[in-house]
Each structure stands twice: as structure tokens, then as C-alpha cells.
């Protein structure tokens, strides 16, 4: 009984404790799957649901959301406290180096919004379908959908554009228990047909047809849309026609909520490539990019110069007794050579340990 008590508080502290969480995980010896567990049932005290969001947007609190991809990137936004964490299809840019969306399959997504459902516990868990895999029917949308919540493990999905029979499919996902979030103006899984990466709702026309398409999104069943790259008096309009809170990118500061590429929003990714495609809109909290790139820089000056590992990460030591005899064995073994290495080795992790100094 104490013990399971003594186990239990650990448990809860843990819990509370999310970095606690993270080092006991790095020292656990149990399978992984006791520690990061897989997609969990909703926990209402815990998730962000979109009872809250609607709570927030009743109130006229901003929502946030933010992308992510892969485990660490949903336990930095799980941390934050970011509402919404979008396993967003500029996966395909920004992780996979692709120049459009569009090459990403529903494979590669389920692994990242697999990856991302194991970090993040609080954020409500969006997923993007894939070009490619909702378009053909509303069998396949909802299909595809199910998968996404099923092995992705992911809350809801989002999908792109509002032509009457993406309406048709957003009603039938939502009919099929799974909630969705629309996705208008530049909607870059259409940029064959758009022209490539173009804003939208610069004229009167197209302006008229990102509110018109929000609301019928919205009519459809859809709890929130995104509006992307359009005039902030548009997002406007479509924020005040709409009862559902519109989450804009490039589309000004009249929104209920704001979305951001993991990667723009860190500058991540200073390679001149992505340095040339990162978003006009997007603005950099932080120069990761370039921290990455220093510490990686002085990681390979202290491998080539021999100063990392020094005693201080060569952490598992073997007694000197247990060194004579090892040598002994190697000699017994015809392996001189070996035991000459091990004897010179063991002499300088001695020397630098005692000096307390580098390698
Ligand atoms: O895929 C994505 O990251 C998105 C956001 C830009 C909203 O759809």
C-alpha cells in the first residue's frame, strides 16, 4: 500500500511536472510504449476541446495554433499551451523539402500526426488531408478522415477550398462523428489552379467568395476556418459574417485566432532556399536556425580537434582492476594491439579525470 501511494504521488507530481516527465522518459528502462502511450482518450480536464474553443471565441479571447510535425515539436507547443497543434500538409515544405504541398501522401502524415499525438496532450489535435486523397468522393473524404483520427490520432481533420462538393464532404465527415476545420482564400493544394502561392481576395469578386465560401463551410458543419493570405478588411467580413472562429495566416489581426509554420516562426531554416520561400506574413520569434547552425559548427570543431567526448560525457567507467584484467584477457586473445589501445586509453581518461580538464 505505501509503495503503490509512494508510486501513485509520483505519478501525479509527473504529471504536473511535464519536464519531470521528459527526464524520467530519457532514464526509464521500460518499453517505450509505457511511457509515451499513443493516442489517449479524450481527457476533457486535460485536452483543449472545442467546447473551449467556442468558450474563448464567446469571450473574444485570440485562440492560437501553431503546426508541428514530429514529437518534440508538439511537446514545445504542448508546453506553451498553444489551443490548437496542426499537423499541417506544409509538412511537405518544410520537412520533407518539397516545393508545393502537394507531394505528401496520407502515409507520411499519419507518421507525423502519430509522432505529434504522442507529445502533445493538451493542444486540440488537428490533422490536414492530403492532396490527393479526399477529392474524388465523399466515400474517400470520409475515409480518409476516419484514418486520420483512427491511426493518427488526431481530434479533427482540416481540408482546403470550398467548391460545392468539398461542402458536401465537410457535411458528410462532420455526419461521420469527426470534426473539421475549413481551410480558405489561398489554399496552396490548389495552386495549379490559383497560379501558384497568390493572395486571395484582392478584388471584389474574389473577396466576395472567400466570405461567401467561409460561411458556406460553416453551414456544412465546419467549428472554425482558416483564412490564408487575404486582406485584413476581408478576414474581417468573414470574421464578423461567421459564428465559428476564423484562424487566420497573412490575414491580419481581425481574426479569432492566428496559425503559424512551426519552422517560419522559429527561422529555422536559414538555408537561402527556404529563406527565399518563408512567408511575407510570417514574422520570426526567434532565429533557431541560427543556433542550430552554431552548435553544429562547434560539434564538428570538437570532434575534428578531439575535445568532445571529454571525461565529462564518457559517463561508464571500468575499475582499474577490472582494466588489468580485461588486458590480460586481450593478451591471452593474441590481441596486443588491442590491449596497448585500451592501457593507453585508460591512462588518459585517468590523466585528464585527475587534471580535471578536457581530453
Ligand atoms: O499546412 C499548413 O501548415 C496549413 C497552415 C498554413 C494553416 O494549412
Redesign the pocket.
Known amino acids: 500500500m505505501a509503495l503503490f501511494r509512494t508510486l501513485s504521488k509520483r505519478a501525479t507530481v509527473l504529471r504536473r511536472t511535464p519536464h519531470l516527465l521528459w527526464r524520467s522518459a530519457a532514464m526509464s528502462n521500460v518499453p517505450e510504449n509505457t511511457v509515451y502511450g499513443g493516442p489517449k482518450p479524450q481527457d476533457p480536464d486535460q485536452r483543449v476541446t472545442l467546447a473551449h474553443l467556442r468558450q474563448k471565441h464567446r469571450n473574444g479571447e485570440p485562440i492560437t495554433m501553431v503546426?508541428a510535425y514530429d514529437y518534440p515539436s508538439s511537446v514545445h507547443l504542448d508546453t506553451a499551451g498553444i489551443d490548437i497543434c496542426?499537423v499541417?500538409?506544409?509538412a511537405a515544405m518544410v520537412v520533407h523539402g518539397y516545393d508545393t504541398?502537394l507531394p505528401i501522401t496520407l502515409d507520411e502524415m499519419l507518421v507525423h500526426c502519430r509522432a505529434v499525438a504522442r507529445g502533445a496532450k493538451r493542444p486540440l489535435l488537428v490533422g490536414?488531408l492530403p492532396f490527393g486523397t479526399y477529392e474524388s468522393s465523399t466515400k474517400q473524404a470520409v475515409d480518409t478522415s476516419v484514418r486520420v483520427l483512427k491511426e493518427g490520432g488526431m481530434d479533427a481533420i482540416?481540408l482546403e477550398g470550398g467548391s460545392p462538393s468539398r461542402i458536401t464532404a465537410a457535411k458528410a465527415i462532420v455526419e461521420a462523428g469527426i470534426a473539421v476545420m475549413g481551410?480558405v482564400g489561398l489554399t496552396p493544394q490548389a495552386i495549379s489552379v490559383l497560379g501558384g502561392f497568390r493572395p486571395q481576395g484582392r478584388n471584389v469578386c474574389s473577396a466576395v467568395k472567400v466570405v461567401e465560401t467561409a460561411l458556406s463551410l460553416q453551414e456544412a458543419g465546419c467549428f472554425s476556418v482558416?483564412l490564408?493570405c487575404v486582406p485584413a478588411p476581408v478576414a474581417a467580413a468573414a470574421t464578423s459574417a461567421l459564428k465559428i472562429p476564423t484562424i487566420g495566416?497573412g490575414a491580419g489581426p481581425f481574426c479569432s485566432g492566428q496559425?503559424l509554420?512551426y519552422h517560419d516562426l522559429l527561422g529555422m531554416l536559414q538555408h537561402p532556399h527556404h529563406a527565399k520561400v518563408t512567408p511575407k506574413f510570417c514574422k520570426q520569434y526567434a532565429h533557431v536556425g541560427d543556433v542550430i547552425n552554431k552548435a553544429l559548427l562547434e560539434y564538428k570543431e570538437e570532434v575534428t580537434n578531439g575535445s568532445f567526448p571529454s571525461p565529462l560525457h564518457s559517463p561508464y567507467k571500468i575499475s582499474n582492476s577490472e582494466v588489468d584484467g580485461f588486458l590480460k584477457e586481450l593478451q591471452q586473445l593474441g590481441l596486443d594491439k588491442a590491449a596497448s589501445a585500451a592501457a593507453e586509453a585508460a591512462e588518459k581518461m585517468q590523466k585528464t579525470k585527475s587534471s580535471g580538464g578536457s581530453a
Do not use: A, F, M, N
Open positions: 503546426t496542426l499541417g500538409d506544409s504541398t490536414d482540416k481551410h482558416v490564408e495566416i496559425v509554420v
